[in-house]
């Protein structure tokens, strides 16, 4: 469902080339998702290859992540891992959302309802283990790193930017904020003239709300997270004012008069106390062109000039073996 933190999480408008230099940890699920929602086309069927398998994701790795590098950025996606316990419900709702809307999306196609079509059709987005896992195999010809995650995959990444392994978390889920990310970076993913970058500072939001981060936790808590339903009405800005005025979680609930569904300490560890990789290794290879061409090209019918445009965009990405080239030359 993602935190609705936006009223009380400040963002700031940052360009491409302000990220020149730095390493960008993507969450995976998070980024490949948004491919497979946009990445469609007028009636929101998906782009696929002539066997009938979905390649949106693969488009939107392959054309976005080759910008990024070309723009001197260094991207390296963090997959999740096992959901924690506390996620079955929220999966058990969005597979229901996206079930219903593939109802909805098929019925509009079949009245001719183009616009309705793609609202439904983006709903019923899904990322199967196969997408998953065609998208590892991808990135790995591309030369270009990914971690596997324990469990949450910002977790991981919000752990690999707090050690200076990465500059920022790139995500459109405020939740890692809460895991402890000092920066994170929305719409990176988004393509258009209406797409707009942001950059969001932990520091800064704990500032402007009169928070530590352990509140921040409590009221995403009241406002409900992937681990636990919210109480009904509050919202960021209500859950923020209650938590300032009481304290913290228990006492707001206590004033309240209400209960939760599970125990916020529970929730309170998720954010705390995750469980993380350390000796994960980040590291930009070359591209493999051969390989490149025969999984897209061959097996998925991508355009061989398009690949290979592409691949003269990750060729950049590949300083050590560039300054031994000089070196030896």
């Not at 086309?41 to 009938?52: F, R, S, W, Y």
């Not at 920022?168 to 707009?196: E, H, T, W």
Request: glycine residues 8%; charged residues 30%.
């Amino acid at each position: 469902m993602g935190l609705k933190f936006r009223d009380i999480a400040s963002a700031h408008e940052i360009k491409l080339n302000e990220l020149k230099g730095k390493t960008v940890a993507l969450d995976a699920a998070n980024t490949i998702y948004q491919f497979l929602t946009s990445i469609r086309q007028m009636d929101g069927t998906p782009l696929m290859d002539h066997n009938g398998n979905i390649t949106s994701h693969f488009s939107g790795i392959l054309y976005r992540t080759s910008s990024l590098v070309d723009k001197g950025i260094k991207p390296v996606y963090v997959f999740d891992g096992k959901p924690h316990l506390l996620k079955k419900n929220t999966q058990t709702d969005r597979r229901q959302i996206r079930e219903e809307a593939e109802i909805k999306w098929k019925e509009a196609i079949d009245e001719g309802r183009i616009e309705d079509a793609r609202k439904f059709a983006v709903r019923s987005s899904r990322m199967s283990s196969g997408i998953v896992e065609g998208s590892k195999t991808l990135l790995e010809l591309m030369g270009i790193p990914y971690i596997q995650a324990k469990s949450e995959g910002e977790a991981q990444a919000s752990f690999m930017v707090e050690k200076g392994d990465a500059w920022i978390v790139a995500s459109q889920d405020y939740d890692c904020l809460l895991f402890g990310a000092p920066r994170m970076l929305k719409n990176i993913a988004v393509r258009g003239p209406r797409s707009r970058l942001e950059i969001i500072y932990l520091n800064e939001v704990l500032e402007e709300n009169g928070l530590t981060r352990e509140q921040l936790i409590d009221v995403a808590i009241l406002v409900g997270t992937d681990f636990n339903q919210g109480i009904k009405g509050v919202g960021a800005k209500k859950g923020r004012n209650l938590v300032k005025k009481h304290g913290d979680v228990y006492s707001v609930l206590k004033h309240l008069k209400t209960d939760m569904d599970v125990d916020p300490q529970e929730v309170r560890d998720i954010f705390l106390d995750h469980d993380f990789i350390e000796d994960y290794e980040v590291k930009w290879d070359k591209p493999d062109r051969d390989g490149l061409i025969d999984f897209l090209c061959e097996k998925h019918d991508f355009s061989v000039d398009r690949v290979v445009g592409a691949l003269d965009k990750l060729k950049k990405l590949n300083p050590a073996q560039k300054s031994l080239e000089q070196w030896f030359g």
